[in-house]
């Protein structure tokens, strides 16, 4: 049983267009982080939510606690996108659950 | 101001060997944390640390697995008598106060173990 599910598993897509990556968990949480891991291997924090919106230059992601969702869009997508994304969920207590992955591949 | 670092980058060892993973955290960074990644699998919560403290390891294996962090120097991870199923990404990731919860975590660019 997965505590977190992302969808989709694989994405490719032109450079330019709009991306969404879902992920929905099953346990009540504090927080929700989304990460991304360059090809390379190297994990950057992109966001962390509890609640609402957040933006940061052409990264948008959104929650929703009642419906235990989030997405991540990508506006004007470009090659140097292309990436794992991966979401994070951070239940009461010190544990906390990852999803397996979205790999975004952005074709110029 | 220097990141989040790991060393050695790539460690090879044979069955039977010892592992130690070391992960320096950020200038002023108190609390580290432990992840595993195996191959076509997703990162997995390991141990969560302060300075001379282990706050959870409900993420460790119940045996050959330990990790610390001493007042002074890095936090080390260290696999005992490794086995094949070892071979895996090691990420350690730290922040100034508790992270996940309340503030961004910076992770370390990763260790990868090979297990021969």
């Known amino acids: 049983k997965n505590e977190v599910e992302q969808s989709p598993q694989n994405l490719t897509a032109q450079e330019g267009e709009f991306i969404t990556i879902n992920c929905s968990y099953s346990?009540?949480?504090?927080?929700l982080h989304w990460l991304q891991q360059h090809p390379g291997g190297g994990i950057v924090s992109l966001f962390m939510?509890?609640?609402g919106k957040k933006k940061h230059g052409r990264l948008i992601a959104t929650i929703n606690i009642q419906e235990k969702h989030s997405s991540l869009h990508i506006t004007a997508s470009h090659p140097r996108d292309s990436a794992v994304y991966i979401c994070?969920?951070?239940?009461?207590?010190?544990?906390?659950?990852f999803g397996t992955g979205t790999s975004l591949t952005v074709i110029p | 101001n220097a990141g989040v670092m790991q060393n050695p980058r790539h460690l090879v060892r044979r069955r039977g060997q010892e592992a130690r993973l070391r992960c320096s955290p950020m200038?002023?960074?108190?609390?580290v944390y432990w992840y595993r990644q195996l191959p076509e699998e997703g990162l997995k919560f390991m141990v969560y640390?302060?300075?001379?403290?282990?706050?959870?390891e409900s993420g460790m294996p119940k045996e050959r697995f330990s990790a610390e962090f001493p007042k002074e120097g890095p936090s080390i991870l260290r696999i005992q008598q490794v086995v094949r199923g070892d071979s895996a990404a090691y990420f350690c990731?730290?922040?100034?106060?508790?992270?996940?919860?309340?503030?961004?975590?910076?992770f370390g660019p990763g260790t990868r173990l090979l297990v021969l």
């Open positions: 990731a730290s922040s100034p106060r508790q992270g996940f919860r309340q503030e961004t975590q910076y």
């Open positions: 346990v009540g949480i504090s927080a």
């Open positions: 939510l509890s609640s």
């Open positions: 994070a969920v951070i239940p009461t207590g010190n544990q906390f659950y």
């Open positions: 200038k002023g960074h108190s609390h």
């Open positions: 640390l302060q300075k001379e403290n282990i706050i959870d």
